[in-house]
């Protein structure tokens, strides 16, 4: 897939790659299917949610003070706090630390934040190995793929590319066993574990009251590399603060549920700064980077309540655009309904404005949000906040339509012009429409209305 | 009872038939129908696309037209969710239209669950299918009825076949202007969705909104499957005998 053709062509090239859009529509109903199942053995989850949601705005409401106070408590612990604006410093901040500890070979935790700031390849350019130790993210990075969703990264690989893509990486006999596969991985990763010196992840959640950063992961790389190296570099959004740990509850509850139909992932790790006297591992030095990069231009925003997203990934799962087309055609390194809100807002260069528009606005997403964000009317406010940057014909069809639909006369006209624009090419259908009805045309046939209307027929006394 | 009948303009200029079905429906209820020639669009289309001050002269234009009536029935779960939800909304900014946007959104039925719910039409007693029949949920339709109610309706009469497809409430691909803008997207929904329909082995689809009939009508016949698409109105009203059955 080539990175800067059109969204149009990405999309009509994934939308004709049958094996990418089978192995995305598999995986996706049965994450949807996962996800209802678990969240219907609680006996509260509505009211969980509601919870959740109302945490979140109340954190997000009074986010410096939070932050604040888990700046404090986090450094009293041991940690050492870092704040970074945008990208750039952050990546920096991680460069520096790398020279300042000498580190050669870090190892990560599966991380967007990372993926956000572009940090592999930062650090990869001053000498400093990188080495992705979650399993799907290690196979995109073996095989110089990019991830296509936020919890599952190489959900558009079907079982055979997954193999293909370690036989031909790793040099090692080619198996479609899963449970094969994975022991390949984790002998070479032994040895990576063994030689590490640096460890970065990113955060779920950070608790304020304690000063806790909380990692949730399932294969146990999580603890090797926040552990194992003798510096741990977490990377956060600034978003990511719960107030108290019992808050952090009620995420942990709803978070693996969303995510993969677990009830709690396999590991959930709660850091409190490093390795204490006594300790028997642990890092000795544990750095935590506080990212804006356009968060607090987000939440000064009407759209701060995108700010409110767990990075679960039910609304990509539960999207049907997303499943039609998969996450690489987005172009952006949050797909899917809640990259389509973030992301034009994170990145005002124009990149990604084709995303709000690319919603059939169903609400799927909304359904399945853990923290009940109404994605389609976020997405409505962006389709309006762009307006001016809509082609003219986009704009002067919309006020033509307007103006028509603004009295029974034009509106009478228009059903009438209507008619007289489409060919009839038999049996009342249109296979070819005229511009804008050639869009339709192109991939579906178009009714031609029936002779009469229902106001025709209603004044006819047919009715 | 007096009842205002809002057909949409979709409903309106594509699906007369249906418009007719809830019409008479509605007679043999009891009700009086009215059809106030004024209305055009609830302004969806607009409000959808961000073009709200359009989408809220429209509605300022749907709450003249119909606050003679105490009581306003429409087929589209859609445009009655766009009264009901988006038009309170949409004018906040102007108390006294909100007001009166309010007042029309507490007035506006979608035409199933008045029927049923509200008139008292028994499913079990109208709805006889001679086919296996399957049906998609609109998603629209969310907070008016849910998908276990559009197949508990079809199901109320023992002797009715229903396949249910997988994942009915997923959504078509219509989306309004979104089918034109992206007709690539659109176009792999629908295909997504139509092959589910078929899986079924029904026939005959149940389907309550137009813009979605639209869009599946037109790929079913692109891809030349067997699938029809009704309303449910339509089959009410001809198991009723209040309209002539068609194929």
């Not at chain 1, 190995?129 to 190489?154: A, K, M, N, W, Y």
């Not at chain 1, 399945?368 to 940057?389: E, M």
């Not at chain 2, 009700?31 to 696309?49: D, L, Y």
């Not at chain 2, 779960?77 to 007042?103: D, I, K, N, T």
Request: hydrophobic share 40%.
């Amino acid at each position: 897939m080539t990175r800067n053709t059109g969204f149009h062509q990405r999309v009509a090239a994934a939308v004709a790659d049958h094996r990418l859009r089978t192995a995305v529509r598999k995986a996706t109903w049965q994450k949807v299917e996962a996800r209802e199942g678990s969240l219907a053995c609680l006996r509260n989850s509505g009211e969980l949610r509601e919870l959740a949601a109302r945490i979140r705005q109340h954190t997000l409401a009074r986010l410096p003070d939070y932050l604040e106070q888990f700046a404090r408590n986090a450094c009293a612990r041991g940690a050492v706090i870092h704040f970074a604006p945008d990208a750039a410093t952050a990546c920096q901040t991680v460069v520096e630390l790398a020279r300042y500890y000498g580190s050669k070979l870090a190892v990560k935790v599966k991380s967007m934040t990372t993926e956000e700031i572009g940090l592999n390849a930062v650090l990869e350019a001053v000498g400093v190995q990188v080495v992705e130790t979650d399993l799907g993210e290690f196979v995109v990075q073996i095989d110089r793929d990019r991830p296509s969703h936020i919890v599952t990264p190489i959900i558009h690989k079907d079982r055979r590319q997954i193999a293909e893509a370690i036989s031909r990486r790793l040099g090692c006999e080619y198996t479609e066993d899963p449970v094969g596969l994975t022991r390949i991985i984790r002998r070479h990763l032994r040895e990576i574990f063994r030689r590490c010196d640096l460890g970065i992840s990113g955060v779920n959640f950070a608790v304020a009251e304690t000063g806790t950063i909380c990692i949730c992961t399932n294969e146990g790389n999580g603890r090797m590399c926040t552990t194992r190296p003798r510096v741990h570099v977490a990377i956060m959004g600034i978003e990511k603060v719960v107030p108290r740990l019992c808050d952090l509850v009620v995420f942990l509850k709803l978070l693996s549920r969303s995510s993969t139909g677990q009830p709690l992932g396999s590991y959930t790790s709660l850091i409190a700064g490093p390795k204490r006297p006594g300790d028997p591992d642990g890092p000795e030095h544990l750095h935590i980077i506080l990212l804006d990069n356009g968060r607090s231009a987000v939440l000064a925003s009407p759209f701060a309540e995108v700010l409110c997203c767990v990075r679960c990934g039910a609304c990509l799962n539960a999207c049907p655009v997303y499943r039609a087309i998969g996450g690489h055609a987005y172009n952006s390194v949050y797909p899917g309904p809640i990259g389509s809100v973030l992301m034009p807002l994170l990145d005002s260069s124009g990149k990604h404005a084709d995303l709000p528009g690319a919603s059939s606005l169903c609400g799927a997403c909304r359904v399945a949000c853990p923290v009940d964000i109404d994605i389609p009317g976020l997405l409505i406010r962006l389709r309006a906040a762009q307006r001016r940057g809509q082609s003219w014909l986009k704009r002067t069809m919309m006020r033509l339509w307007g103006v028509t639909m603004r009295s029974d006369p034009t509106y009478r006209l228009g059903q009438r012009l209507l008619k007289r624009l489409l060919p009839d090419e038999g049996d009342g259908w249109t296979v070819r429409g005229l511009c804008p009805l050639a869009r339709w045309t192109s991939a579906r046939d178009l009714l031609r209305p029936p002779l009469k209307s229902f106001r025709q027929l209603w004044q006819e006394g047919q009715v | 009872m007096k009842v205002a009948l809002f057909a949409t303009c979709l409903t309106d200029t594509f699906f007369p038939r249906v418009g007719q079905a809830v019409v008479r429906l509605l007679r043999r209820c009891g009700c009086t129908v009215e059809f106030p020639a004024a209305q055009t669009c609830c302004g969806q289309p607009a409000f959808n696309s961000g073009f709200l001050e359009h989408a809220a002269a429209l509605a300022r234009r749907m709450i003249r037209v119909f606050e003679r009536y105490e009581t306003i029935v429409s087929p589209s779960a859609s445009c009655v969710s766009m009264v009901r939800h988006h038009f309170p909304e949409l004018l906040a900014a102007e108390p006294r239209w909100c007001r009166q946007a309010q007042r029309l959104a507490d007035r506006t039925y979608e035409f199933a669950t008045f029927a049923i719910g509200r008139l008292g039409l028994d499913p079990a007693a109208c709805l006889k299918f001679t086919e296996p029949v399957t049906f998609h949920y609109p998603c629209h339709a969310r907070g008016i009825y849910g998908a276990a109610d559009l197949q508990r309706w079809l199901a109320a009469n023992p002797s009715n076949e229903v396949r249910i497809p997988q994942h009915p409430d997923c959504c078509c691909g219509f989306g309004g202007i979104f089918a034109v803008d992206y007709p690539e997207i659109s176009g792999a929904m629908l295909e997504d969705k139509l092959d589910v329909l078929v899986a079924t082995g029904a026939r005959l689809v149940i389907c309550n909104e137009a813009g979605c009939a639209l869009q599946m009508l037109g790929g079913a016949r692109r891809r030349s499957l067997p699938l029809r698409f009704k309303h449910l109105a339509e089959c009410l009203a001809e198991g009723l005998g209040v309209l002539e059955p068609v194929a």
